[in-house]
């Protein structure tokens, strides 16, 4: 798992402001973002999370273009029950791809 999720996992209220599977995604995205833009290389955590999105829309059936957060909110009553699905669906992920 990426190192900054599992603290996320313990305290999303600490590194989100609340409980909300939009707020990951966006604070992910500017993680990756900023490190591109100082030039470092993705470690291998990382170059993992990037399968995510494709077996989201494996698992789901949708191949809408929508992003991994919006598939599992869209299957989710509210934000902070997507947040706690996203920790499960992507411990699933990673399981698969070691047993793979």
Do not use: C, H
């Amino acid at each position: 798992m990426l190192p900054i999720l599992s603290g996320i996992k313990k305290r999303p209220g600490m590194y989100l402001g609340s409980s909300s599977i939009t707020r990951l995604d966006m604070l992910l995205r500017g993680y990756s973002l900023a490190r591109r833009e100082v030039g470092v290389p993705p470690t291998k955590p990382e170059r993992e999370f990037e399968g995510f999105q494709s077996w989201i829309e494996e698992k789901y059936g949708i191949n809408s273009g929508q992003s991994w957060s919006k598939i599992i909110l869209f299957y989710s009553v509210d934000e902070y029950e997507a947040l706690q699905k996203f920790f499960e669906l992507f411990e699933e992920y990673l399981n698969k791809n070691k047993s793979s």
